[in-house]
């Protein structure tokens, strides 16, 4: 006689209930709903993701091939509320600002800069192709954000002519916005304007708001200004001074033009007609 089992079992009943209750599963559900179960997530994953199927295409665009530096006075006498937004009242940044991100939207061909300026000037963006970062950074442009006091305009100039003198597009100009006349910097605006006729370079000049005594808030020490409970800015008259004279010297040093926006109205008409003097294929 062999050797007697390891395991000894009464019935064999027994051993056969036992195999009975081990089914075939995996994961606790029957093996083809499992993979049902699989299979649907992978589509879920799929449908989440938007595949899309492209064909391989040419497509043709006209470019102007132009790069444009838009120059803006942010000194303080941008607070002037010569302007007005739906019979309203406006600060002259706040209007130039939408009328800015107007024109910078027609020109998505173009590369576009800006360089902001008040008793300094500071890069605020290069030129790009990538107008989004454009729009984001001319929307934190603020009166006071450059500590130098003052208006240099001759310095801005030299800035842009520095970051467009390189440059090979077809055309390359200045959009320069003041609504002063230059009292700091190391260069004076006519210089920096031959500079850039030397370069080839254009440059459209304008005087924003109303000569004389306009409308303009009180400020306080951190240089806002001062406002009513209901939020409503206190306004009082200060002296403007544009130098318009100075604005058509550079125009015309360089084959540009200038231009004197007195008003919302004005300011629009002049970004539009730059916008189409300045169109190429």
């Known amino acids: 006689a062999g050797r007697s089992s390891s395991i000894k079992y009464p019935s064999v009943g027994l051993v056969t209930g036992?195999?009975?209750?081990?089914?075939?599963?995996?994961?606790?559900?029957?093996?083809?709903?499992?993979?049902?179960?699989?299979?649907?997530?992978?589509?879920?994953?799929?449908?989440?993701?938007?595949p899309k199927w492209r064909k391989d295409t040419t497509t043709d665009q006209d470019s102007s091939g132009i790069d444009i530096v838009l120059a803006?006075?942010?000194?303080?006498?941008?607070?002037?509320?010569?302007?007005?937004?739906?019979?309203?009242?406006?600060?002259?940044?706040?209007?130039?600002?939408?009328?800015?991100?107007?024109?910078?939207?027609?020109?998505?061909?173009?590369?576009?800069?800006?360089?902001?300026f008040s008793g300094a000037p500071y890069l605020v963006s290069p030129l790009t192709l990538n107008h989004d970062w454009v729009q984001e950074n001319l929307e934190r442009l603020k009166i006071g954000s450059i500590p130098e006091q003052g208006t240099a305009i001759g310095s801005a100039i030299g800035m842009a002519v520095n970051r467009?003198?390189?440059?090979?597009?077809?055309?390359?100009?200045?959009?320069?916005?003041?609504?002063?006349?230059?009292?700091?910097?190391?260069?004076?605006?006519?210089?920096?304007?031959?500079?850039?006729?030397?370069?080839?370079?254009k440059i459209y000049a304008i005087g924003a708001g109303e000569g004389g005594l306009v409308p303009f808030p009180y400020l306080n020490r951190d240089g806002t200004p001062r406002r009513k409970?209901?939020?409503?800015?206190?306004?009082?008259?200060?002296?403007?001074?544009?130098?318009l004279e100075t604005?058509?010297?550079?125009?015309?040093?360089t084959g540009g033009k200038s231009y004197h926006a007195k008003d919302t109205r004005a300011l629009t008409r002049i970004y539009k007609e730059i916008d189409e003097l300045e169109k190429s294929e």
């Open 247 to 253: 604005l058509q010297k550079i125009a015309d040093l």
């Open 164 to 201: 467009l003198n390189k440059q090979k597009s077809k055309s390359r100009i200045i959009v320069l916005l003041t609504d002063g006349a230059n009292n700091v910097g190391q260069i004076e605006p006519v210089q920096s304007a031959e500079a850039a006729a030397a370069f080839g370079i």
């Open 72 to 116: 803006l006075d942010l000194s303080g006498s941008m607070w002037a509320h010569d302007f007005k937004v739906k019979n309203k009242e406006t600060d002259r940044l706040t209007v130039v600002k939408q009328v800015v991100e107007d024109f910078i939207e027609s020109r998505p061909d173009d590369r576009i800069g800006i360089v902001a």
């Open 18 to 50: 036992i195999s009975r209750k081990v089914p075939r599963r995996w994961g606790g559900l029957p093996g083809f709903l499992y993979l049902a179960k699989v299979g649907a997530f992978i589509l879920l994953v799929l449908a989440l993701g938007r």
């Open 229 to 243: 409970a209901n939020g409503e800015i206190i306004l009082g008259k200060s002296d403007s001074d544009i130098d």
